[in-house]
């Protein structure tokens, strides 16, 4: 049985020796095959006695098991070499662009504005809209704005032709001209007991106003009303400032300042501590720390008569505020033309 | 409105104030400090809450001097040279300030002068520089004289842009006081909007700086020495409407003799941003800056004089028709039935309120001046100041309101004044008509109405400190108070406005800061969506994803931009145009008719730097109707052109949109809106090419119109190379097509059978008509039926083309066997032959 021992030397040396696959093929041929010495010899077992027969058989069989593992862990050693060297040769550059896809995307402010809605739905106030084109009736004498009223000054207004002299047909100065439409029809609902309100109405605005890079003729607004026999200034700063720690972020502090607007009283300005300079100072909040943000207030007592709810039984607050003003801050875009423009340098940006 | 600090401090003690605090709390409280203007005070460094301009002026470098001799230079005559001490030593100091050269010669001078000297490396601003400009003052040599410091002008301090001599300061001020303290202010901007029109002046705003910090404000100064006889019988008064003038009063001063106002008047009036004229006019300008009653001033003589030597007769009525007056700025004034004028006997004067006429104004040559403040109706002073295009500082505060309790309390102020400064015996008393006395206001609070309002709980002792602070009357009523508005504010109503309007001062003063922010504990409202806009955000999301830029543009143009919508020569469609009364610019004259001209204009704005165009918008056009309010119509435009994919630097597919891209996008949408069984026809639209046009319908209801946009449309846009596709959707439709859910179907569990059928038919069959039959024929088993290939060439013959469809037959409960899938399709073979002419393609 020493030849056994030799075949099982010699093999495994000659395996050692063997650098490629063919020459593994061959090995497998030489050792392993129908003429090896190995094969040779198991077949020569039969000539053995009976008392051999088993010890040497099981010695031929523990040969052949070896040179096959022998035999596959070269073959696997071999594979790999070759995948390597193959990887190795198929090296991209991977500082090459990637292939362009067109991302279509959302206009910044319709971003800003699903932005503001969404904040708002969580808390409960749903999307109403309203018209662009509105008569003076809406959009300023039932808010509370009287004719020659010294507060019409601060909104200029574009007029249509024809229309009532008494009551002129003009572009919406603000989405508050939406809401007397939504009280008053909630208020329809159950004039003796109408129902809460909280809602956003967005839309587009215009004013008889320059285009600079400070105005525009036309500007969205969001408009927000909550009404309710129970709701209080102190209900306003809360929704605002929970609104702006969602907008901006969770740590910023609100500031309200008092203010004046006909359909609220009292009115408020609120402020965000900038979200730059952390209330640092810079030239986005122009040194002061703060930026202002929205206008809001109690709804006034004429305008809630006007919209159906009984002012001695409702309260109510609403605010407004330009996502332009918004986006522009968040981003720092310079120049308000840039959103209608519509250059797709600007618009690919966001 | 422009405050000084120096004024201020006559009404209330702003000792141990910081400025910039005290403009911080201002702002908070409603008074908006645009603006600190520092003269010459130290200016804060750092983070400033409200923006600050001017000059610090330095305490060491800029001070008092006194000049103890003026004497000639050696080689200039219109300079001189100026022995002075500036409180530790004597330098010599050379200026050209014309207003010494009286001095000059004259040795020592007795008592010295005192002037403001500004040391070497000063900052000051430059008095001979044109507008203001700061400069740091540098050692130099001026004709041979060794100069390294001057006396200032006032401009070169920032008191004004008066440079034409050097400022004298007070003989009682000491040399080497720093300058700041003796000079030192600032001026506050304040913005007044309509509801504080009270605090239009400087004793409003003390009384706010008062209640706001707890200190006490001095009464308003309305005492008159009055030692001449009674006024009575010198002029007579006579109201002809009592609503647009409900108070007129008039006081008299004679003998006063016109020069200038004193130094330090005069520097207030700048300061408030008034140009100083003489003693009398500056006194009732400063008489209306401080309490905010415009005053004004008429020269009695020359009324007599008109009165025919008699005691004159003032009377205030509206204008005769076609009636004119000459103003003071020398217009001559067309009036209205509603302007009122100021009149005497002999014809108008002013007009009521707003300003005078050329003829009785005060001159150099007026001994004895009547004095009037009165009260006008302030929607009528509005309606005159639009109407006569005018503006004047009285005019700014009658039309937002001043209370009728004013005129007398201006009137007294202005006499006292001009005694002070011009001299004169003051007639005892006033002429007083009052036919409509102002209503006095009483509303009623309690604790539960701040509660309610402002969620905050206060006593009725919190609230009659805040309100007694502010000038109103409280007294304790019921469980409340009862609340007496004061007589210098309008802004106050009764019922439960007035109850608003009492909070709104209590929260301000009470401080916003100090309200506790809540949550809303009223009741949530019924919950419902909001399904048009719920739609629109699905459509922008859908063609987002199918890599479409959402565009957002002006809805205001011209009709012009708009006719390029279509080919020249088309004929303007019936419905008018919303167009604007009044136009700011030619560009925007109207509301759109057309959302398709607004995203072609954008396209055109970026077609040469893109090889790709896809833009969408959604928007409304409007429409001109019968009622009083035009149609606004919601729409949506799609606008593709050029490469469908964008280039890179790999070979790619570069294949540009064309119709049926376009009608993809389409598809697509409104597949994934749930949108089915639609007809795609023919359609024709003057903005599209006729033969690349189509329409989608819904039933009857068309919902879109798209294709390519025609030639001449085309031309008439700068889009370089691209020829652009367009869909038009109406989504009004949509949304009452678009269906809230649908029904989903399983994923077969068997393997279907998939096979390919081409058919040879006429080239003027509509390929549409083919798919609909196979796929009618086919019935349940036919899954599906896909286009991949149209053909035409030799092979086929001239007139036809070859439709190459793919077939997937399916079973949903087996797999179908062979013999099955045969029968169907020679079923739909047999069809397409018998009914359309079809031909199996070998």
């Keep these: 049985m020493e030849n056994l021992q030799t075949i099982r030397e010699q093999a495994l040396a000659a395996l050692n020796a063997v650098q490629d696959e063919a020459s593994l093929e061959q090995w497998k041929v030489a050792q392993l095959g129908r003429n090896a010495a190995l094969t040779q010899a198991m077949k020569s077992l039969g000539q053995l006695s009976a008392e051999e027969r088993p010890l040497a058989g099981k010695q031929a069989n523990e040969v052949k098991l070896a040179l096959e593992a022998a035999f596959e862990e070269k073959r696997a050693a071999l594979e790999g070499a070759r995948l390597r060297a193959s990887l190795s040769s198929e090296k991209l550059d991977v500082t090459l662009p990637g292939r362009p896809l067109p991302l279509g995307r959302l206009h910044p402010i319709t971003q800003t504005l699903r932005r503001i809605n969404a904040i708002f739905a969580q808390m409960g106030f749903q999307v109403y809209r309203s018209r662009d084109v509105e008569t003076d009736e809406y959009n300023f004498l039932l808010l509370n704005f009287p004719p020659n009223h010294p507060a019409r000054e601060m909104q200029d207004s574009f007029y249509v032709e024809g229309g009532d002299p008494e009551n002129p047909t003009l572009l919406r100065t603000h989405t508050s001209a939406g809401q007397i439409h939504a009280m008053r029809e909630y208020a329809a609902k159950d004039p003796g ?80 501590e900038c979200f730059v300079c952390s209330g640092a100072g810079c030239s986005v909040c122009k040194h002061s720390g703060w930026l202002e943000i929205l206008g809001s207030g109690m709804v006034h007592p004429n305008v809630l008569r006007n919209g159906g709810y009984d002012p001695d039984t409702y309260s109510g607050f609403a605010f407004g505020m330009g996502p332009e003003r918004l986006t522009m801050l968040r981003y720092r875009i310079e120049d308000i033309r840039y959103f209608w423009r519509n250059d797709m340098r600007f618009l690919e940006q966001f | 409105m422009k405050t000084p600090l120096s004024w201020l401090k006559d009404f209330v003690d702003l000792e141990g104030i910081d400025l910039e605090q005290l403009a911080h709390t201002l702002t908070v409280a409603g008074l908006e400090v645009e603006e600190i203007h520092y003269i010459g005070l130290p200016m804060p460094a750092g983070l400033q809450q409200t923006k600050v301009s001017g000059l610090s002026w330095d305490p060491d470098k800029l001070v008092v001097a006194e000049i103890r001799e003026v004497g ?31 001095y000059r010669g004259q040795g020592e001078l007795k008592p010295p002068l005192k002037v403001a000297y500004a040391k070497e490396g000063a900052e000051i601003y430059d008095g001979h520089q044109e507008g203001m400009h700061k400069t740091v003052l540098k050692r130099t040599k001026i004709r041979g004289v060794d100069s390294y410091s001057m006396v200032c002008s006032e401009k070169e301090l920032g008191i004004s842009e008066e440079h034409e001599g050097i400022l004298f300061l007070p003989a009682d001020t000491k040399a080497g006081t720093p300058l700041a303290d003796v000079l030192g202010d600032a001026v506050l901007t304040i913005a007044i909007t309509p509801n504080i029109a009270r605090d239009a002046n400087i004793y409003g705003v003390a009384r706010e700086i008062a209640a706001l910090t707890g200190r006490a404000l001095k009464p308003m100064p309305t005492e008159v020495q009055a030692t001449g006889p009674k006024i009575d019988g ?206 006095v206001v009483e509303v009623e609070i309690s604790p539960a109405d701040a509660q309610r309002w402002l969620g905050v709980a206060l006593t009725n002792e919190q609230m009659t400190s805040i309100l007694a602070s502010l000038g109103f009357e409280v007294a304790s009523k019921g469980d409340g108070l009862s609340v007496t508005v004061p007589d210098h504010r309008l802004d106050i109503e009764t019922g439960v406005v007035g109850k608003a309007d009492l909070m709104e001062e209590i929260a301000r003063i009470y401080g916003y800061d100090n309200i506790p922010a809540t949550r809303i504990g009223d009741p949530l409202p019924p919950q419902h969506g909001n399904p048009e806009l719920e739609l629109e955000e699905r459509v922008k999301d859908a063609l987002a994803r199918m890599g479409i830029q959402e565009v957002m543009t002006y809805r205001l143009t011209t009709p012009e931009e708009e006719a390029r919508r279509l080919p020249p020569g088309t004929a303007p469609d019936d419905k008018p145009y919303v167009k604007l009364a009044n136009v700011i610019s030619q560009e925007r004259t109207v509301l759109r008719k057309s959302l398709l001209a607004s995203v072609l204009e954008i396209a055109e704005r970026n077609a040469r730097l893109r090889q790709r ?230």
């Design chain 2, 72 to 102: 000639p230079h050696p080689n200039a005559d219109r300079l001189v040279l100026c022995r002075l001490f500036d409180g530790q030593q004597e330098h010599t100091v050379l200026t050209g300030a014309p207003n010494l050269f009286e």
């Design chain 1, 193 to 272: 007991n109408p129902p809460p309100i909280r809602i956003v109405l967005p839309g587009m605005c215009y004013r008889f106003e320059q285009v600079s890079s400070r105005s525009e003729v036309q500007f969205t607004q969001v408009e927000g009303l909550a009404v309710g026999e129970n709701i209080t200034f102190g209900d306003l700063k809360g929704t605002l400032t929970d609104f702006a720690q969602r907008f901006f972020n969770a740590n910023v502090r609100t500031r309200f300042r008092a203010s004046h607007f006909p359909f609220t009283e009292p009115s408020a300005e609120m402020d965000v």
């Design chain 2, 613 to 842: 165009i896809a833009l969408f918008e959604i928007g409304p056009v409007f429409h001109a109707s019968e009622e009083t309010l035009p149609d606004e119509l919601s729409r949506l435009v799609v606008v593709l052109g050029g490469q469908q994919q964008p280039a890179g630097w790999q070979a790619a597919d570069s294949a540009a949109y064309d119709f049926y891209a376009a009608k993809g996008v389409l598809a697509e949408l409104l597949a994934g809106l749930g949108l089915h069984d639609l007809k795609y026809e023919p359609g024709t639209h003057p903005s599209f090419h006729p033969g690349k046009c189509a329409r989608v319908l819904a039933g009857e209801r068309q919902l879109a119109v798209f294709g390519e946009l025609h030639p001449q449309v085309q031309g008439q846009y700068d889009l370089g190379a691209h020829t652009l596709q367009a869909i038009t959707l109406n989504l009004e439709v949509l949304s009452e097509l678009a269906p809230e859910r649908f029904d989903s179907r399983p994923v077969p569990q068997y393997p279907p059978v998939i096979e390919d059928l081409a058919l040879v038919v006429d080239e003027s069959l509509p390929a549409g008509q083919v798919e609909a039959m196979i796929a009618q024929t086919g019935g349940n088993l036919l899954a599906g039926v896909s286009l991949f290939d149209v053909f035409r060439g030799d092979k086929i013959g001239a007139g036809k083309k070859s439709l190459a469809y793919q077939l997937t037959y399916q079973h949903p409960e087996r797999t179908l066997t062979d013999d099955e899938v045969a029968k169907l399709r020679e079923r739909i073979v047999r069809r397409v032959t018998q009914e359309l002419g079809a031909k199996l393609r070998a």
């Design chain 2, 234 to 439: 010198a002029v007579k008064l006579d109201i002809k409407d009592s609503e647009l003038n409900p108070r007129f009063v008039l006081g008299l001063i004679r003998n006063v003799e016109i020069k200038p106002s004193p130094a330090w008047v005069q520097q207030r009036l700048r300061l408030a941003g008034m140009r100083p004229i003489n003693n009398i006019v500056d006194a009732t300008n400063y008489a209306m800056l401080e309490l905010g009653e415009p005053l004004h001033a008429f020269d009695y003589d020359v009324l007599v004089q008109r009165a025919g030597g008699k005691p004159p007769t003032i009377i205030t009525r509206p204008a005769k028709p076609g009636e004119t007056l000459t103003t003071l700025d020398d217009v001559e004034r067309k009036l209205d039935d509603f302007t009122v004028l100021v009149c005497d006997t002999a014809g108008s004067l002013s007009i009521g309120g707003i300003m005078g006429g050329l003829e009785s104004e005060v001159t150099e040559a007026t001994r004895n001046v009547l004095l009037e403040g009165a009260s006008w109706n302030f929607i009528n002073v509005r309606k005159t100041l639009v109407a006569q295009r005018m503006s004047s500082e009285a005019a700014y505060r009658f039309s937002r309101g001043v209370h009728p309790a004013m005129a007398p309390r201006g009137v007294s102020r202005g006499l006292e004044l001009m005694r002070q400064w011009a001299g004169g015996v003051v007639d005892a008393g006033l002429v007083d008509e009052y036919p409509r006395p102002a209503a």
